[in-house]
């Protein structure tokens, strides 16, 4: 079942790819829907293990526990809407841009699984051709500044990353690169090597995290992807720095961490306040999302930073969250394209009168993503920054101020979209709008009433992150003062 | 002394089959003028002597040993850098098929000079002392130079040959004195007894020595600051012999390098492995941003060769410490035959009849929707060559910056990936102009032998990458070159 979640979008990719006709739509979302069927059955699953360089202790060894599933499930959900979305509205090599999408999927799912540290980066790499590719294929007219921008971006971050990963087995004398051989050998390294290894990583996954200043590529991308919002909730999917730090870096380099701490959390908390206020003042659809967006990740990064077992846990599930919140977003956003060929939010307004159900819609989606309570983010965030805050105080409350400004640009968007003057009215949903925005309401009310399911698993490899393989249960009178998560969900 | 017992023909098989062959070829198509045998006769020689390594020693590990008191080395590196050098002219012969004829190449000694270029390759990747290195060199580089300057009636071309024949002329010279000079120090030209006075104590009659053949070897796989003809000639030489010189020429000098590093020296002479160090770090550089700067895929190319120098350099440097070094550089000159070769034959083909202008980048746009085969074919090519995973450029890349890291030269490894990020840049403008941007380009359909070596260089491109373990089962343990017992 673990290699199903991998091998079906990538079989069904490359299927929807060869099929002719208006039968390669159905046949990609019918292989998004059996991926997500079979991302339900993951936690039950066994892990897997194939050879690949056995000399030097590489293998695909996928293990489907704890956050990874949650991970792989969100993504697996919010890709059924979005093949839907791609299959109805690319119109030209509409086979390529599903086959993209699924391919891209299937490497994301390898990635979330990966338990060994080499075959995780193939998989990070290996995302990178298709998201390119859908950017580079199906962009707007300045795209190719935006792919080289984004290509030269990721690339510098990762090749560094694989230096570190070379050197964290090579140092650590690891018989392999399982996580579980790695983990032990690396956390005795000496303080000031973990530094320099933990920056390897952290060149790669804080560009796709990504956080201040390195974020620059990311407005880039989603400003010239394909109106369809489709390709940007493949991107949304693919920022996937948060889960390298969660899974990888700082487990594997505790003491690198610590050393890195104080400025990444303060990235970190910039990011969170400095993509909310901008998004407050942008003009255009997906330019105000893509720093909304941005905020988001800072508040990840704030969880991470924290370096707490609360804040992690509280970081993986925004991070999961967002996957439906933001894509959502990027989805009504390319119906709002549809409707008047521009994203420019001075040509929408009070377009609730004509169509009463898409606003209802988006006003939903829109207090998911600024973390209302009850709805999806709002479990995630609350964990992150209560996490940050026993880092510091000051930067817990500056990551905190863009909640607020996220309730101005929330609300602000809301007004400017559907309420005031009608400019020009328009038509409501659609059948198969309506059947494009279920599983995304569904899994934001998921998230948002039953977070305990996902903050168990998740909560498993928090612990591992902040405490080592070895010891699964907090024996430390220190640790021990942190609440369980169950009665922090308790007290909400 | 040679006792009779060691003149023993058998291990010498490939390399007498491709003599034999080059004399075949040469007699027949002298006497029936244009009969085209070459190109068929070259191939099945060339298949022979892939298959007389394979029947001798594919089987069951080989043990080191060696022929002619040790002068003709036969252990696991030396029999797979042969097999490559192999590998490399088969898909030089194979892609050039039509090119060759239409451009007019296939006079009767092209081929020839092919096999006997690629028998010198054979000697150098076996020699076990300097003097038949030598040879071997002499016999690759004096067909390369006639080879290089293949079409008189185009200038570049004769350019290319000479300036490859005067710098080769002068970079051989450089390497002889290294040799005689190290000769004088030791009292012997054998690597094992080279390495036996070495380590008993390196004046420095020594280090000069080395120094001059770090200098001379650096010329013939192009290490930067003696790349400068690399571009030039890799330009202006015809596009299959520039296939062949960047995938035969190069294995066999990195195979000769090899073995000189790590047994020959052997770590007693630690200065020059500084030096050596400081070179690649250079060829990184220089080769990375070389390619970034090129409007021409040929070009392009060409540079992207000398960056290779550099990642292969990286295994070179770590050869007389690390273990794992010397897997590392067959395993990379295995991927980098089939992907560069390969991009080499494509790129011979889009460029279709003008050698002048042919190769500019334009010339690829509009090819993934006209050509998706061999745009596709392309695509991984030119991935690969950037590293990205799961092909066999990414294996290679990660065995050679593991080699280095191991020998604890982190420096060079963070160089070598921050000119990986440059390289890919430049590999992914053919990719971009490839798929996202319409053209007029026509390219006409690929002939059989010339599909053939572009399916094969892209299955060994995917298979090396995503099996990396069905080779490297077969290689791995062979590093680091063991001294081999030396009786006089």
Redesign the interface.
């Known amino acids: 079942m673990t290699l199903a979640a991998l091998l079906i979008p990538l079989v069904g990719g490359v299927l929807a790819w060869a099929t002719p006709g208006r039968a390669r739509g159905a046949v990609a979302v019918l292989a998004a829907v059996a991926a997500f069927v079979a991302a339900l059955f993951l936690p039950t699953a066994a892990p897997v293990d194939v050879?690949?360089?056995?000399?030097?202790g590489a293998g695909l060894r996928l293990d489907p526990s704890g956050a990874s599933s949650v991970l792989v499930l969100a993504a697996a959900l919010a890709m059924i809407p979005t093949v839907l979305t791609a299959a109805v509205r690319v119109r030209e090599r509409t086979g390529t841009f599903l086959g993209l999408l699924l391919i891209m999927q299937a490497m994301l799912a390898g990635l979330f699984l990966a338990s060994d540290l080499?075959a995780f980066?193939?998989f990070w790499?290996?995302a990178?051709?298709p998201s390119l590719?859908l950017l580079?294929?199906f962009g707007g007219e300045r795209?190719?500044g935006a792919?080289?921008k984004y290509?030269?971006y990721a690339?510098?971050g990762s090749?560094?990353m694989?230096?570190s990963i070379?050197?964290v087995r090579?140092l650590s004398g690891a018989e392999s690169f399982a996580f579980h051989e790695l983990a032990p050998a690396a956390r005795e390294l000496d303080a000031v090597t973990q530094g320099w290894l933990f920056a390897g990583f952290a060149a790669a996954f804080v560009v796709k995290l990504p956080l201040f200043p390195l974020h620059s590529w990311l407005i880039d991308f989603h400003r010239e992807n394909h109106p369809s919002g489709a390709a940007d909730v493949a991107g949304t999917l693919y920022k996937v720095g948060g889960f390298g730090f969660f899974a990888w870096a700082i487990p594997l380099l505790p003491d690198g961490a610590l050393v890195l701490q104080p400025y990444l959390l303060t990235a970190a908390a910039v990011t969170a306040l400095w993509g909310a206020l901008a998004a407050t003042r942008q003009e255009d659809l997906k330019s105000l999302l893509a720093y909304a967006s941005l905020s988001h990740m800072g508040l990840i990064g704030v969880g991470l930073f924290s370096l707490t077992e609360i804040g992690l846990a509280g970081a993986m599930l925004l991070l999961a969250a967002q996957m439906l919140s933001t894509g959502g977003m990027f989805l009504l956003s390319g119906m709002m394209h549809a409707r008047r060929g521009s994203f420019a939010l001075d040509r929408f307004g009070g377009l609730a009168r004509s169509a009463p159900a898409l606003a209802a819609v988006s006003l939903f989606v829109i207090f998911a993503a600024i973390g209302v309570p009850g709805l999806s983010n709002f479990p995630g965030e609350f964990l992150a920054l209560l996490g940050a805050a026993q880092a510091s105080v000051f930067l817990a409350a500056v990551a905190l101020a863009s909640v607020i400004a996220a309730g101005v640009y929330g609300v602000n968007l809301y007004q400017r979209l559907y309420q005031g003057r009608q400019v020009e009215g328009t038509h409501d949903l659609r059948a198969v709008e309506v059947a494009i925005l279920a599983p995304i309401v569904a899994g934001v009310l998921w998230f948002g009433l039953a977070p305990a399911n996902a903050a168990d698993r998740i909560d498993d490899g928090a612990r591992v992150a902040v405490h080592g393989p070895d010891r699964p249960v907090p024996a430390e009178g220190g640790a021990a003062s942190e609440p369980p998560l169950a009665t922090a969900g308790g007290e909400r | 002394m040679i006792a009779p017992a060691d003149i023993v023909l058998t291990p010498l098989l490939p390399f007498l089959i491709l003599l034999v062959a080059a004399s075949a070829a040469l007699l027949i198509d002298v006497v029936q003028h244009r009969a085209q045998t070459g190109g068929p006769l070259a191939l099945v020689g060339l298949t022979f002597a892939a298959v007389s390594y394979l029947v001798q020693f594919g089987g069951a590990r080989t043990e080191p040993t060696a022929v002619f008191g040790l002068h003709w080395v036969v252990d696991v590196p030396a029999v797979a850098l042969g097999l490559i050098v192999l590998f490399g002219a088969i898909l030089s012969v194979l892609g050039g098929w039509t090119r060759v004829r239409r451009d007019d190449l296939d006079r009767p000694e092209y081929h020839p000079l092919l096999l006997l270029a690629t028998a010198g390759g054979l000697v150098m990747v076996h020699a076990g002392d300097f003097v038949i290195l030598l040879l071997g060199l002499e016999i690759l580089s004096l067909s390369v130079y006639a080879l290089a300057a293949w079409r008189p009636d185009r200038r570049p071309s004769q350019e290319a040959g000479m300036k490859y024949f005067l710098l080769g002329a002068f970079a051989s010279a450089i390497l002889v004195y290294g040799i005689a000079l190290t000769y004088g120090a030791t009292g012997t030209f054998d690597y094992g007894g080279v390495a036996q006075a070495l380590l008993a104590g390196a004046g420095p009659l020594a280090l000069a020595g080395g120094a001059l053949i770090v200098v001379g070897l650096g010329f013939k796989v192009a290490f930067a600051p003696f790349h400068q003809w690399a571009p030039d000639v890799y330009t202006g030489a015809p596009t299959p012999v520039t296939t062949f010189m960047s995938v035969v020429v190069k294995a066999a000098a990195f195979g000769a390098l090899l073995r000189i590093v790590a047994t020959a020296w052997s770590g007693a002479l630690p200065e020059l492995e500084v030096a050596l160090a400081v070179l690649v770090g250079a060829t990184l550089l220089v080769g990375n941003f070389g390619a970034l700067l090129q409007s021409g895929v040929k070009r392009l190319l060409a540079y992207s060769a000398v960056a290779h120098a550099g990642y292969l350099g990286l295994a070179v440097v770590a050869a007389a410490h690390g273990a794992f070094a010397t897997e590392a550089l067959i395993w990379y000159l295995a991927a980098y035959a089939a992907m560069n070769a390969g991009a080499f034959v494509v790129t011979m083909h889009v460029m279709g009849d003008d050698p002048d202008r042919g190769d500019r980048i334009e010339a690829f746009e509009g090819l993934g929707a006209r050509r998706p085969g061999v745009a596709a074919a392309m695509t991984l090519f030119l991935l690969s060559l950037g590293g990205i995973p799961p092909l066999a450029g990414f294996v290679g890349k990660f065995l050679a910056i593991q080699a280095a890291v191991r020998v604890d030269h982190v420096a060079l490894a963070v160089v070598a990936v921050l000119g990986a990020v440059v390289g890919l840049v430049a590999y992914l403008r053919p990719v971009f102009a490839i798929w996202f941007r319409d053209g007029r380009s026509s390219v006409p359909a690929l002939a059989g032998p010339v599909r053939a070596a572009v399916v094969l260089a892209a299955v060994a491109t995917v298979v090396l990458g995503l099996a990396p373990d069905l080779a490297y089962r077969w290689i791995e343990g062979s590093g680091p070159l063991a001294l081999v017992p030396w009786t006089p």
């Open positions: 050879a690949w360089l056995p000399a030097f080499l980066y193939v790499e290996a990178l051709i590719v580079g294929v795209r190719r792919v080289t290509l030269i690339v510098s090749f560094l694989l230096v070379i050197a090579v």
